[in-house]
Structure formats: structure tokens, C-alpha cells
T-cell receptor, first 109, second 114 residues
Framework: QKEVEQDPGPLSVPEGAIVSLNCTYSNSAFQYFMWYRQYSRKGPELLMYTYSSGNKEDGRFTAQVDKSSKYISLFIRDSQPSDSATYLCAMNSNYQLIWGAGTKLIIKP | DVKVTQSSRYLVKRTGEKVFLECVQDMDHENMFWYRQDPGLGLRLIYFSYDVKMKEKGDIPEGYSVSREKKERFSLILESASTNQTSMYLC?????????????FGPGTRLLVL
């Protein structure tokens, strides 16, 4: 079993929809949880990070961590075609990140 | 803005060739990383370095070596390329070794080994 599980998709939704992207993990020692976005033919870039449980909001994006269920989510409101990308979750308890496989998201105009 | 550059965007090599992938960062970051990215497997850490001339094995170091002679430059070496090393290679850097530090990525090198 992988330490971090993430559905690779693709996930295709119409423009304006609310998108939910998720990861589950097995290591209860993870403390920092991150979402990276990767556009085609580019390297990943940090989108959001949270520490411990709870929600964090940044514009149309909300990151949610449920440590009791070992489950993290990224919500995108009012999705735009420019949000089409691969979204990778990452988490760690030391300086090494453990990555999900990434979910390919397609927003249809 | 942090900039991480990689020497090539695309490379085609033959089995058995020695391959050098170079990465340069311009923000005086302490840590540098080499990953490979394969569909369905996400990013897997090959090697990382937390200081000049220092290196640590990641999860999949077999068949690879690295060199960090200067702080800004981190090279990945495939001593004898094999077809199973066909992949996207991503270099990253981060300021410090604290666990929440953001990693900044280069654009990647897509390597095809024939």
C-alpha cells in the first residue's frame, strides 16, 4: 500500500463547477500537507499548504485536512478553464516530501 | 522570483550511454532535489543534497549518481542509461531543511532512452 493515495483521474467538469480533489494517507506522523499544481510541460508549483487539521482558504481554493480520517481535500470554487492542470498532494514529517500520483483536472468551457 | 533551470527540455539517448542532467537555481537555496515523474506513480525522489558536496539517497537511487560541486548547481548522472530510465526528470530546490519549506521546481527534462 502506498503511503499516499490519489486518484489519477482524469476528472472532467464544466466551467463554474465546484471541484473536489482528494488524497488519503497512512502515516499518522505527517504534519504538513501541501497541494501543488502542475501545468502541462511545466514543473509543479506550490498552491497551498496547511499544518495539522482544519481548513485554509485562498481565493477560490480551500484546503481541508482531517487527520482523524487521514484524508485531505482541495476544493476549487467557480472553476475556470485555466484551472485545468494536474494537482498533486504532498505531505511530510521531515524534510522529505511524500507525493500522491496527481489528479489530472479538465475544466470544459 | 526563484528560478530553477534545467539544461535540456528533451533528450534522446541510446542504451548504455552516459547521461548528464544539469540543474541550476539562482536563489542561494541550501537544498536541491532530483525526482523522476512517471504516470500513476507521482514524483519519486532519486537523490537530494542539503549542502555543497553533500548528497543523500532518496527512494530510487539505483542506476543514478549526483554531483554538487557548487551551491547553485546539482547534476544527475545516469552512468549507463537503460530503457527503464525513460521518464520525466524534475529538479527542485528549497531554502532550508525545515519540513514545511516550499520546493521550487524546474520545467523538467523528458528523457527517452532507446
Amino acid at each position: 500500500q502506498k503511503e499516499v493515495e490519489q486518484d489519477p483521474g482524469p476528472l472532467s467538469v464544466p466551467e463554474g463547477a465546484i471541484v473536489s480533489l482528494n488524497c488519503t494517507y497512512s502515516n499518522s506522523a505527517f504534519q504538513y500537507f501541501m497541494w501543488y499544481r502542475q501545468y502541462s510541460r511545466k514543473g509543479p508549483e506550490l498552491l497551498m499548504y496547511t499544518y495539522s487539521s482544519g481548513n485554509k482558504e485562498d481565493g477560490r481554493f480551500t484546503a481541508q485536512v482531517d487527520k482523524s480520517s487521514k484524508y485531505i481535500s482541495l476544493f476549487i470554487r467557480d472553476s475556470q478553464p485555466s484551472d485545468s492542470a494536474t494537482y498533486l498532494c504532498a505531505m511530510n514529517s521531515n524534510y522529505q516530501l511524500i507525493w500522491g500520483a496527481g489528479t489530472k483536472l479538465i475544466i470544459k468551457p | 522570483d526563484v528560478k530553477v533551470t534545467q539544461s535540456s527540455r528533451y533528450l534522446v539517448k541510446r542504451t548504455g550511454e552516459k547521461v548528464f542532467l544539469e540543474c541550476v537555481q539562482d536563489m542561494d537555496h541550501e537544498n536541491m532535489f532530483w525526482y523522476r515523474q512517471d504516470p500513476g506513480l507521482g514524483l519519486r525522489l532519486i537523490y537530494f543534497s542539503y549542502d555543497v558536496k553533500m548528497k543523500e539517497k532518496g527512494d530510487i537511487p539505483e542506476g543514478y549518481s549526483v554531483s554538487r560541486e557548487k551551491k547553485e548547481r546539482f547534476s544527475l548522472i545516469l552512468e549507463s542509461a537503460s530503457t527503464n530510465q525513460t521518464s520525466m526528470y524534475l529538479c527542485a530546490s528549497s531554502l532550508e531543511s525545515r519540513y514545511q519549506e516550499t520546493q521550487y521546481f524546474g520545467p523538467g527534462t523528458r528523457l527517452l532512452v532507446l
